[in-house]
T-cell receptor, first 113, second 114 residues
Framework: EPEVTQTPSHQVTQMGQEVILRCVPI?????FYWYRQILGQKVEFLVS????????KSEIFDDQFSVERPDGSNFTLKIRSTKLEDSAMYFC???????????FGPGTRLTVT | AQKVTQAQTEISVVEKEDVTLDCVYE???????LFWYKQPPSGELVFLIR??????QNEISGRYSWNFQKSTSSFNFTITASQVVDSAVYFC???????????FGTGTKLQVIP
């Protein structure tokens, strides 16, 4: 399967700063997702994105979060004002349909200090 | 609501032993999809298998096999003749009800000792 790339691999930021995590799904899949995994815990769904708009989001995905696909390829997750508890691994994923398997990127480790 | 339970937090086996990872799911929907993902120490999530609720046939892929039983709401994963490279965290996951999010279990950490 074609890969999903994510940049950066590791981001360190100070509390209150904005961060943008980037994902490039190398395929023609139409569904994109963001998940997070706090260290040692399970993977949690944040948001799904289809046809250039959010199709579903979790209670974690509050007003501090936003997603967009600004140029038709990169898929970004923005956290406006980071908190210590935002420290986690953030995974981007893609699939060809809502009931199909999702293929994950390698993740971005976000550390908020 | 959907829920996935992986009661085994950590399992250690000696190389070449068989090991079964348990997964119990909950959903009110009649149509749903189950998945297993592997997360090796390097951290990425690797897709292993997808099964829909209408297909209860067991599946075998090399040393891996999956036992799907709707009667007990279980989707267990067996590794035969385990190898050190199988050491990872294994997640069972569920999609149901037309939702797009994948609900993951808490994972089972498998350690295969040489």
């Amino acid at each position: 399967e074609p890969e999903v790339t994510q940049t950066p691999s590791h981001q360190v930021t100070q509390m209150g700063q904005e961060v943008i995590l980037r994902c490039v799904p190398i395929s023609n899949h139409l569904y994109f997702y963001w998940y997070r995994q706090i260290l040692g815990q399970k993977v949690e769904f944040l948001v799904s994105f289809y046809n250039n708009e959010i199709s579903e989001k979790s209670e974690i995905f509050d007003d501090q979060f936003s997603v967009e696909r600004p140029d038709g390829s990169n898929f970004t997750l923005k956290i406006r004002s980071t908190k210590l508890e935002d420290s986690a691994m953030y995974f981007c994923a893609r699939s060809r349909g809502v009931t199909y398997e999702q293929y994950f990127g390698p993740g971005t480790r976000l550390t908020v200090t | 609501a959907q829920k996935v339970t992986q009661a085994q937090t950590e399992i250690s086996v000696v190389e070449k032993e068989d090991v079964t990872l348990d997964c119990v799911y909950e959903t009110r929907d009649t149509t749903y999809y189950l998945f297993w993902y592997k997360q090796p120490p390097s951290g990425e999530l690797v897709f292993l298998i997808r099964r829909n609720s209408f297909d209860e046939q067991n599946e075998i892929s090399g040393r891996y096999s999956w036992n799907f039983q709707k009667s007990t709401s279980s989707f267990n994963f067996t590794i035969t003749a385990s190898q050190v490279v199988d050491s990872a965290v294994y997640f069972c996951a569920l999609v149901s009800g037309g939702y797009q999010k994948v609900t993951f279990g808490t994972g089972t950490k498998l350690q295969v000792i040489p």
